[in-house]
């Protein structure tokens, strides 16, 4: 399909921190639909926990389903985190077993990797960033720009330093270019592209 995906992981049902996150993430579910991502979540426990635990998720975030509109995997030995390298060699649970981080990857539509965040056990996500690099990724996917640092949608974008000449001028009229010592005119900048 055209879909993006992101896949974010969690140490264990039933824990505080990863409780907030899932309910952010049932909160902006139509922010990720409205950009064509499909969620899915991975903690290291079975369907039967995941289910009881979305009750709680679901009450925590005062959401109006029944249940959580995204899959939870069950990975109660940890074999998808070894796979992933998700574990984090810090944090051990009661029996000693390394906690699965909390990774987050993003996919593009042609099934590659875009972005990988690795978060300890004990911090939390914002999601809020997520959106904003998703928003990055899609706007830099389709056109000729990067995002520099703090950019917001809308924001004022960078022109790729392969784009060049007439190309250049034909796809970003309202181009500026900022001095800098050396010379060069690499720091280009353009109104985000539509």
Known sequence: ???WGIFFTHPADFTPVCTTELSMVEKMVPEFTKRNVKMIALSCNTVADH???GKDIIKFGKHSVSELTYPIIEDPGRDLAVKFGMLDPDEKDAAGL???ARAVFIIGPDKKLKLSLLYPATTGRNFDEIIRVIDSLQLTAYKK???PANWQAGGECM???SVKGDECTKL???MRIEDV???KQYMRFTPQPQ
């Open 98 to 100: 390394p906690l699965t």
């Open 51 to 53: 289910k009881s635990w």
């Open 145 to 147: 720009v990067a995002t």
């Open 181 to 183: 010592p050396s010379g």
């Open 172 to 174: 970003f009229p309202e």
């Open 1 to 3: 399909g055209d879909s």
């Open 159 to 161: 022109v790729l330093p």
